[in-house]
């Protein structure tokens, strides 16, 4: 069970380059969230997720764009990299019908932008 | 306005000492979730700890204990003899259940915990 994935791990970027983040969980759960951490300003919801097939934008949506093609994984895109997005990128899944609907991390994925 | 306020940037504890992190929230919805989640510098995300906004009793999880003060809207974490591991960044976090049935956590901005030998 190997819980929520990222992929990768780091990346760094230049100016206008695109990439995609994956995410994978094996948990069955419905529920799946990005998130940016910047330094002294939390967890910042990005896009989330709550079934296959639909996604929602959270605070901080610009930039970016997300694609739930499959129940299991969440993919995060970054059209045209700019330097204010630099930062740990979080993926998290969680339970709908848990009482407590915690959620799971990944590990992170550390993107720098030049 | 911030939903999730964590006032102390950083705090130091003696080893085998209690500490108390605080977190106040503001939220208008009669039915929320309170979690606290740990971050050691490795990076990861720990869950330690949820309170729900109807439990009559204050959520504890083995040194972990949250005291809810539903009135005052604070949900301070108490960790009971401390252990040089528990030094980490930790983050309070509200889930707002009528508001916004999604499970998307709101996050303070974390208080950094060190802990002295």
């Known amino acids: 069970n190997a819980g929520v994935t990222q992929t990768p791990k780091f990346r760094v970027l230049k100016t206008g380059q695109s990439m995609t983040l994956l995410c994978a969980q094996d948990?069955?759960?419905?529920?799946m969230y990005w998130y940016r951490q910047d330094p002294g300003m939390g967890l910042r919801l990005i896009h989330y997720s709550v079934g296959e097939g639909t996604t929602a934008k959270g605070e901080v949506p610009d930039g970016y764009n997300v694609s739930r093609l499959k129940k299991q994984n969440f993919l995060l895109g970054l059209e045209s990299a700019a330097p204010s997005q630099t930062s740990v990128y979080f993926c998290?899944?969680?339970?709908?019908?848990?009482?407590?609907?915690?959620?799971?991390f990944g590990p992170g994925t550390r993107l720098t932008v030049l | 306005a911030q939903k999730i306020t964590q006032t102390q940037p950083g705090m130091f504890v003696q080893e085998k000492e209690a500490v108390t992190l605080d977190c106040t929230y503001d939220?208008?919805?009669?039915?929320?979730?309170l979690f606290w989640y740990k971050q050691p510098s490795s990076g990861e995300m720990i869950f330690l700890i949820y309170?729900?906004?109807?439990?009559?009793q204050n959520a504890t999880e083995g040194r972990y204990s949250l005291n809810f003060q539903k009135a005052r809207k604070s949900a301070n974490l108490v960790i009971s003899a401390s252990q040089l591991g528990d030094s980490a960044m930790y983050f309070c976090?509200?889930?707002?259940?009528?508001?916004?049935?999604?499970?998307?956590?709101?996050f303070g901005q974390g208080t950094t915990l060190q802990v002295k030998p």
């Open positions: 939220t208008s919805d009669p039915s929320y979730g």
């Open positions: 309170q729900g906004s109807y439990d009559q």
């Open positions: 998290a899944s969680s339970h709908r019908d848990r009482r407590n609907n915690e959620q799971f």
């Open positions: 948990m069955n759960h419905e529920y």
């Open positions: 976090a509200m889930r707002e259940v009528w508001t916004s049935n999604t499970g998307k956590l709101i």
